[in-house]
């Protein structure tokens, strides 16, 4: 049995949202087993007979009705056939916190399916499960499968399709519900159903259906992946409805063929004028922010770059371009920008903002960070779904040249067109400029490590001297940063597409640390050592992905950025005490967390998972990174709590 989600006060012993029994008073002498138990079908009571003609009628006493038992059979559910579907869409995985509107697709997983591809891996909260999958995603390339319960399953789970939705990650979810109210059990069953289950997430999704037979939900199935694999990727939902899950197969349906669509390329006109403007620029700058979905996309951006012998600045909302190559200026973002006379922006989210200051005052104002006449291009499938209520689409940008299309998918062609163009002349004047870029990187590289040895020896310890110190101990090793990381960002060497998967989109909190464990079983396959560098505000949101690492034994090193505050909070209010000239020394009110400090280690322990510290002096911080390391390559989860700076 369940826990329930709320318990009454005047009743703690209310039935819960996950028991199996539901809506029925179970008195105490059905909860003793019976001696001698009843066969599967009981033989019917024989029929009265007929009263004779010119005789009374035989009366009998009446009586309560006996509850009849279940009905045992072999007949195939139709969540077999859903299992059916959710194999041949080629799913690894199943991420869930169980749910009774899913029992019978649960049960069919198992025992029909052998809990094998997909696989059900169990989390402890329904955020954890999407955003596990949202992780999971960005290293794979491809959506596992999520299942939620109900409407309190969806709630859950809300904040985390978000953040997907605005990271444009593709996430495949079916939650339960019993939409015919005449089937539905009396109680709580009643409040976990609904009519229009997918609305609270409608205006965050690419697509939700709610299917009516199998036939319908293997159509719908195959065309939500399709859906949420094509760019702009997206996360879609599935409803499965319970008397559907339940009811005997009548006849097996059939399960269309899975063909992906091509991403969408950029129209040739626009690609040519797009090449001619850059070829012809003096100063051009290429700005990425999600444009490698695939491994494919570095090597395309490597390419342009290389052709065009222009700058490239990361913005990291994936990794796009390898961090010592020389044309990676990203140290120096703000120079480039303002002396750019092109720009190209590939899957850029916020272009405006990358462009344009913005002073957060009372009377906010803007300038732009861009010189006069400038012209800039952008290439984004965005545009090719955007809705309006939750307006994460940015400002509108002041763009020159504008393509509705994948970045991924149009640079080979850009670049090609590019090539074409490309002179004698044009060669020699891009070859100076890779010779100025390249030591101007130097340059910056040099400031950046005098930056990284400030407070080289400080307590608590610098975040700098913290991802030094990990990226020592990694380095030499097939390695992939899952979460987090300013100063990794800046010190270690990228150059792989699942080496970084960027952040989580909608800036909600709770995502780090259940992606960065979705991410890790996703390269637990290919024997990588994944690395969190975990918040300490967002592990306590969901602190419950411990135990599932544990419990699925998922190799992952999570290190403890344990600033003990949610310190980007702290310096809002900061700001806002400063301008109301109040002072700053009372912001820390409702804004850390100490008294008492938490022990990460103890709590790692409490949960099956190696846990250290917490470490406060930086000497001791090798040593124990080396022993979790040690545990991690063992195939289980280990944890570091490190005790920092606040930034």
């Not at 120079?335 to 190209?344: E, M, R, S, W």
């Not at 906010?364 to 984004?380: C, D, E, F, N, Y």
């Not at 150059?495 to 464990?517: E, N, R």
Request: proline share 6%; charged share 20%.
């Amino acid at each position: 049995m369940g826990i329930s989600r709320q318990t009454s006060a005047k009743n703690k012993s209310a039935l819960a949202r996950r028991n199996f029994l539901k809506g029925g008073a179970v008195g105490a002498a059905a909860l003793v087993a019976t001696t001698n138990p009843l066969p599967a079908q009981q033989p019917a009571p024989a029929q009265q007979p007929e009263p004779r003609s010119g005789t009374a009628p035989v009366v009998t006493q009446e009586k309560d009705p006996t509850p009849s038992a279940e009905v045992l059979t072999s007949d195939r559910p139709g969540s077999d056939f859903m299992v059916d579907v959710l194999k041949a869409i080629g799913f690894d995985y199943i991420f869930a916190n169980p749910g009774s509107s899913f029992r019978g697709l649960h049960e069919s997983l198992i025992n029909y399916g052998g809990n094998k591809s997909p696989e059900f891996l169990t989390c402890c909260h329904e955020e954890s499960s999407v955003a596990m999958a949202h992780g999971y995603a960005k290293i794979e390339g491809k959506p596992v499968c999520v299942l939620a319960h109900g409407t309190v399953g969806l709630q859950h789970a809300s904040m985390a399709i978000y953040n997907a939705y605005v990271d444009r990650t593709p996430v495949f979810m079916i939650i339960g519900n019993t939409l015919d109210a005449a089937t539905r059990r009396p109680g709580v069953e009643w409040a976990h159903s609904v009519q229009d289950a997918a609305v609270l997430v409608r205006d965050f999704t690419k697509w939700d259906d709610a299917p009516v037979s199998l036939q319908h939900f293997a159509e719908s199935a195959v065309r939500a992946y399709k859906m949420a694999m094509t760019p702009p990727t997206m996360p879609v939902l599935l409803v499965a409805d319970g008397d559907l899950q339940e009811s005997p197969i009548k006849e097996p349906p059939h399960i269309p063929k899975i063909t992906l669509a091509s991403p969408p390329q950029g129209d040739s006109g626009a690609v040519a004028e797009a090449a001619r403007m850059l070829v012809n620029a003096e100063n051009p700058v290429i700005i990425a922010d999600r444009c490698a979905r695939t491994p494919a996309g570095i090597k395309a951006l490597v390419e342009l770059a290389e052709t065009l012998q222009a700058p490239v600045i990361n913005q990291m909302g994936r990794m796009n371009f390898p961090s010592n190559h020389r044309l990676n200026q990203t140290e120096r973002s703000r120079a480039l920008i303002a002396n750019a006379d092109v720009i190209l922006g590939l899957e850029v989210w916020d272009f405006w903002g990358t462009v344009n200051n913005l002073r957060d005052q009372v009377q906010r104002t803007s300038r732009p960070l861009t010189r006069a006449g400038v012209k800039m291009i952008a290439i984004s499938a965005t545009d090719l779904n955007t809705k309006s209520n939750y307006q994460d689409f940015q400002r509108f940008p002041d763009l020159d040249l504008s393509m509705a299309a994948d970045s991924e998918a149009t640079l080979p062609a850009l670049t090609e067109a590019c090539k074409r163009l490309l002179t004698g002349d044009r060669k020699r004047l891009f070859e100076d400029r890779a010779g100025r870029l390249a030591e101007a990187q130097q340059q910056a590289r040099e400031r950046m490590r005098v930056e990284a040895s400030y407070a080289w020896d400080a307590s608590p310890i610098s975040t700098a001297r913290m991802a030094a110190e990990i990226w020592a101990q990694i380095k030499d090793k097939d390695w992939s940063l899952v979460s987090g990381g300013a100063w990794a960002q800046r010190l270690w060497n990228f150059d792989k597409h699942y080496q970084y998967i960027g952040g989580s989109g909608g800036a909600g909190v709770g995502y780090g640390a259940p992606a960065a464990l979705g991410a890790a079983v996703a390269n637990k396959k290919y024997g990588r050592i994944s690395v969190s560098i975990q918040n300490d505000g967002d592990l306590m949101y969901a602190p419950g992905v411990l135990w599932t690492s544990a419990h699925h034994s998922i190799p992952l090193l999570s290190v403890m950025h344990n600033n003990r505050a949610y310190h980007q909070e702290v310096m809002h209010l900061q700001r806002m005490a400063n301008r109301h000239q109040r002072g700053i020394t009372t912001a820390e009110i409702g804004t850390t967390i100490k008294n008492p400090n938490i022990d990460y280690g103890a709590l790692a322990r409490s949960m099956g998972v190696h846990g250290e510290g917490p470490i406060t002096d930086p000497k001791d911080l090798a040593p124990a990174l080396k022993r979790a390391l040690e545990v991690v390559a063992k195939g289980e989860p280990a944890l570091v709590d490190v005790v920092t700076q606040p930034r």
